[in-house]
C-alpha cells in the first residue's frame, strides 16, 4: 500500500522512488520492489522563504527476498516568489525581487560532488535525487542524518568555527563554491534588502516611538545611524578582503551534531557561495541568539574563541591571513548582515508579554555587540 498524498507534487513514481531506495540500501535497483510508502509532514517552527515544505517518506523494501525498512527525508525548494511572505514586498519590485534569493543553489549543491571535498570533520547529507518539479520549484530527496541533542559548549564553537574555517579555506571547496550560479555580492544586500527596507525603517521617528524600542533600543539609535549613513562604505571595505567559500547560513541549527563524535553534519546550503573570509562567523555566533534559542551574555567569549578556531581553521588549509584582518571582516560582516536589522521587526505588533520583552533586550544586545566590534576593529 502506499500513501504519499502528502507530498503533493513533491512526489515521484514508484520507479523513481524504488530506485532512489536502491541508492539508499546500496543495491542494485533490479533487486528492490517496493512493498509499501507513507508520507509525514514534517513540522518545523523556524520560517524560510525558500521552503515549501519537508516530508518523511518511510516505507518497506522487498530486497532480494527480504523486507527492508527506508527512509528518506524530502524537502521542496521553491523561488521566494511562492512564499507567503512575498506577499509583503511591494508589486513594482516583485520581479527584481524574485531575482535576489539563490533558490536553485541548494538543488546544484546536492546534485554536485562537494560531499566528496568536504573537510576532514564535516559531512553533508547523502542526495538520492533532485527531481525538477516545474519551473520555480524542486524537491530533494536525502538519507536521513542521525543527531544527538549536544551542549553547544565553548569547545563545540571552537571545533565548529575550526571546521568552518577549513571550509572556507579549502582550495576543493573554493573550487565548487560557485556551483549554484547565481551572482551574488554583499553590495546586492545592501541595495536589496538593507536599503530597501532597513533602513528605512531605522530611519522612521514612528517606529522609535514603540514602547519597546525605547525600553531596549533607545540608547543605540545614535550609533544605528552613523552605521546606517556608512552601509556603502562598509560594504565596500568587506568586498576588498580575501574571497574565499562559505556555507551562507552556518547557524548551529545548520550543523547538526552526529553521535559519537565531535564532528557536524552541514545542511541548508542555499546559500552557499563564494563569500569574504570570516562571513561564517556572524551566523555561527548569532544565529541561535537571534532566534531566542540561546542567552546573549556570552557574546564577547564565543566570539573571541570561534574567531580564533576559525583562524586556525584557514591555516590548515593553507591561507594564511592576520587574526585582526579576519577579526576586522568578521566586524563588517555582524554589522550588515545582522547589527542594522537587529530591532525586532517582526515583534511590534505582539502583545509586550515578558517573553517579548526579553527578545527585544536580546536584539538590543546584538546590536551593541556588532556596534563594539565595528569600532574595536576600525
Known amino acids: 500500500m502506499h500513501d504519499r498524498a502528502a507530498l503533493g ?34 513540522s518545523y517552527d523556524i520560517p524560510a522563504i525558500t521552503t515549501g515544505g519537508r516530508w518523511w517518506v518511510r516505507g518497506t523494501a522487498d530486497v532480494s527476498g527480504e523486507h527492508t525498512p527506508f527512509t528518506l527525508f524530502v524537502k521542496q525548494v521553491h523561488e521566494w516568489s511562492r512564499s507567503p511572505f512575498f506577499a509583503d514586498v511591494p508589486v513594482e519590485v516583485q520581479p527584481w525581487a524574485a531575482q535576489q534569493v539563490p533558490w536553485r543553489t541548494e538543488g546544484a549543491v546536492y546534485r554536485s560532488d562537494l560531499v566528496d571535498h568536504l573537510p576532514t570533520g564535516l559531512a553533508m547529507p547523502r542526495p538520492f535525487g533532485v527531481h525538477d518539479i516545474d519551473d520555480l520549484s524542486y524537491a530533494v530527496w536525502l538519507d536521513v542524518v542521525p543527531t544527538v541533542d549536544a551542549e553547544w559548549d565553548l569547545d563545540r564553537y571552537r571545533r565548529a568555527a575550526h571546521l568552518l574555517g577549513r571550509f572556507a579555506g579549502s582550495p576543493a571547496v573554493r573550487d565548487r563554491a560557485n556551483v549554484g550560479g547565481h551572482e551574488w555580492d554583499v553590495s546586492k544586500y545592501v541595495e536589496g534588502r538593507l536599503k530597501f ?34 552601509v556603502d562604505a562598509v560594504a565596500a571595505e568587506l568586498m576588498a578582503l580575501p574571497v574565499l567559500a562559505g556555507h551562507g547560513d552556518a547557524c548551529p541549527n545548520n550543523l547538526l551534531v552526529t553521535p559519537g563524535d565531535d564532528d557536524f553534519t552541514m545542511i541548508d546550503f542555499g546559500f552557499f557561495t563564494a563569500l569574504p573570509v570570516g562571513f561564517d562567523l556572524g551566523q555561527l555566533l548569532v544565529g541561535d541568539v537571534q532566534i531566542g534559542l540561546r542567552p546573549s551574555d556570552d557574546l564577547s567569549e564565543r566570539g573571541a574563541a570561534s574567531l580564533t578556531s576559525y583562524v586556525d581553521g584557514l591555516a590548515a588549509e593553507g591561507v594564511d591571513i592576520d587574526e585582526q584582518a579576519v577579526r576586522r571582516a568578521h566586524a563588517l560582516q555582524l554589522l550588515l548582515f545582522t547589527g542594522l536589522s537587529a530591532l525586532p521587526f517582526e515583534l511590534l505588533d505582539a502583545e509586550p508579554t515578558e517573553q517579548v520583552r526579553a527578545m527585544a533586550a536580546t536584539r538590543a544586545t546584538i546590536a551593541r555587540y556588532s556596534l563594539d566590534l565595528f569600532d574595536q576593529t576600525g
Request: hydrophobic share 50%.
Open 9 to 42: 507534487s513533491a512526489d515521484v513514481s514508484d520507479e523513481a522512488l524504488a530506485t532512489m531506495v536502491a541508492g539508499l540500501l546500496d543495491t542494485p535497483v533490479s533487486s528492490v520492489a517496493l512493498v509499501d510508502s507513507t508520507a509525514e509532514l514534517v
Open 197 to 230: 527596507q532597513v533602513l528605512p525603517m531605522l530611519g522612521s521617528d514612528d517606529l522609535w516611538h514603540h514602547p519597546l524600542l525605547v525600553e531596549a533600543f533607545a540608547d543605540l539609535r545614535p550609533r544605528l545611524d552613523r552605521a546606517a549613513a556608512s
